[in-house]
């Protein structure tokens, strides 16, 4: 079974700020990670994925994430942020045996002040 | 990327009625569609994995007999809240699984009176 854990419920931030919302996850086959962000009231959005390959992963709106396999992470950074991105963030991880069982962490609400 | 239709976005129904929401991939066949619900600020929790043809997988703690799932065809899946009572009010969200990305449903909010 895979579990997701994201360590901050809330990141308040200033615009233009850098932001890091960190992911662990814990699995004992092989994932699949992804970075999903929700805006009120809507669905989810993709941001970025990672499958296999290069650890630096780039994904939509300038963020990007690290997969670091022997600290079982995949936090999302972003150089700087606008207004626009405050959001609820989700990780989540599938195992690559489970045909798209997504499993989700408890999200991280960014908040962007001017 | 491959789009989820997901209808209604909202709903208000009165309690003891019951309620279908219906998830559609649009451009690609789906033979596995999930059912999420999430609540306020919460993250979003399985409640069944949906498959054509056959009966749906549904999580530890969730009611079948409350929340039915019938996936007809490859490119739709239903959930039914029977008899609905205010708490099941809450955000369901749907999502296929298309090679390695899921794609999700705009979520659709049930609000039982």
């Known amino acids: 079974a895979q579990s997701v854990t994201q360590l901050d419920s809330q990141v308040p931030v200033f615009e233009e700020a850098p932001v890091e919302l960190r992911c662990n996850y814990s699995?004992?086959?092989?994932?699949?990670l992804f970075w999903y962000v929700q805006y009120p009231n809507q669905g989810l959005q993709l941001l970025l994925k990672?499958?296999?390959?290069?650890?630096l992963v780039k994904g939509i709106n300038g963020f990007e994430a690290e997969f670091n396999k022997s600290q079982t992470s995949f936090h999302l950074r972003k150089p700087s942020v606008h207004i626009s991105d405050t959001a609820e963030y989700f990780c989540?991880?599938?195992?690559?045996?489970?045909?798209?069982?997504?499993?989700f962490g408890q999200g991280t609400e960014l908040s962007v002040k001017p | 990327g491959a789009v989820v239709s997901q209808h209604p976005s909202r709903v208000i129904c009165k309690s003891g009625t019951s309620v279908k929401i219906e998830c559609r991939s649009l451009d690609f066949q789906a033979t596995t569609m999930f059912w999420y619900r999430q609540f306020p600020k919460q993250s979003l929790m399985l409640m069944a994995t949906?498959?054509?043809?056959?009966?749906?997988?549904?999580e530890q703690g969730v009611e079948k007999d409350k929340f039915l799932i019938n996936h007809a065809s490859l490119t739709l899946s239903t959930l039914t809240v029977t008899s609905a009572h205010p708490e099941d009010s809450s955000f369901y969200i749907c999502?296929?699984?298309?090679?390695?990305?899921?794609?999700f449903g705009q979520g659709t909010r049930l609000t039982v009176v």
């Open positions: 949906s498959n054509e043809g056959s009966k749906a997988t549904y």
């Open positions: 699995s004992s086959v092989s994932v699949y």
């Open positions: 990672y499958l296999s390959g290069s650890t």
């Open positions: 989540a991880v599938v195992g690559s045996n489970q045909g798209g069982k997504l499993i």
């Open positions: 999502s296929a699984y298309g090679d390695t990305e899921a794609f």
